[in-house]
C-alpha cells in the first residue's frame, strides 16, 4: 500500500529537482551558466555623465591585457566635444581600475622615414585624459562590472623635435647644420572636466582580434 505512495512522492521531487536547475540549479544542469572561468575576454562599458556619454572597452588575453589597440580604447561625447584615447584597464579580483590615455600624435614624415623642417601639423584641441574604477563579478554569467571615473583636459606640452639628416659621424662632426633640435609646445585641451558612472559586461570569453567567436552575449545598461 505505501510503496506506490513512495513511489509518487521520488517522481515528485525529481521533477522538481530538474525544473529548478533549469533555472537556477547548481551546474551542470543549468541553461544559463556563467562564461568560463577566469578573466580573459573582451568587456565593454557605457559611460554616462553631465553632458557625457561614451563607450569604453578593454579585452583580456592568457590571463593579461590584449595588447590590440582597437581593443583597448574610449570615444566619449564631452560637452560637444568627440575625445578618444587607449584604455589601461587592471582585474584584481574584485577589484577594476584603470586609466584613459590622451589622444596620441605622431610627427609626420616622408616615405623613408626622415622629417624635414619647419614642420606643419595639427593636433586636436580636444584632448583628455582620466581614469576610472570600480567592482567587477566575474562569478556573475556576464561579468558585469560597474564603477565612477573622470575624465580631464590634457595639460600643455613642452616638446621636441630632433631631426638627424645622415648616419655618418663624422659628417655630424663636420657639419653642424646635420642636426636639428626645434622645441614647441602644444596648448592645453579645452574639454571640460566631467565625472561619470558606467556599467558593462564581459560581452565576449575571446578577446578581440585573437580569432574565435567574437559574438556579444549582452548589452550593457546605462544609469544617469
Do not use: W
Request: with cysteine.
Amino acid at each position: 500500500m505505501k510503496l506506490p505512495v513512495l513511489c509518487s512522492f521520488a517522481l515528485l521531487a525529481a521533477a522538481a529537482a530538474s525544473h529548478a536547475g533549469s533555472f537556477g540549479g547548481p551546474p551542470p544542469f543549468t541553461d544559463l551558466s556563467p562564461l568560463q572561468s577566469g578573466i580573459d575576454g573582451s568587456y565593454q562599458a557605457t559611460c554616462r555623465g553631465t553632458n557625457l556619454t561614451g563607450v569604453l572597452r578593454f579585452a583580456y588575453q592568457n590571463g593579461v591585457q590584449s595588447g590590440g589597440g582597437s581593443a583597448n580604447a574610449y570615444s566619449f561625447f564631452v560637452d560637444g566635444d568627440v575625445v578618444t584615447g587607449s584604455v589601461t584597464a587592471s582585474i584584481t579580483g574584485k577589484e577594476l581600475a584603470g586609466v584613459l590615455g590622451g589622444q596620441d600624435f605622431t610627427i609626420p614624415t616622408s616615405d623613408s622615414g626622415t622629417s624635414e623642417l619647419p614642420l606643419v601639423f595639427i593636433v586636436r584641441g580636444n584632448r583628455a585624459n582620466g581614469q576610472f574604477s570600480g567592482q567587477i563579478d566575474l562569478e556573475d554569467r556576464m561579468s558585469a562590472f560597474s564603477g565612477k571615473g573622470n575624465v580631464t583636459p590634457s595639460p600643455a606640452e613642452d616638446n621636441t623635435v630632433v631631426l638627424i639628416q645622415t648616419n655618418s659621424g663624422e659628417a655630424l662632426a663636420a657639419n653642424y647644420d646635420a642636426v636639428q633640435i626645434e622645441p614647441f609646445t602644444i596648448p592645453s585641451s579645452t574639454v571640460v572636466p566631467t565625472t561619470f558612472e558606467f556599467e558593462g559586461v564581459r560581452t565576449s570569453i575571446f578577446a578581440q582580434g585573437t580569432g574565435g567567436n567574437l559574438g556579444t552575449t549582452a548589452t550593457a545598461t546605462t544609469t544617469n
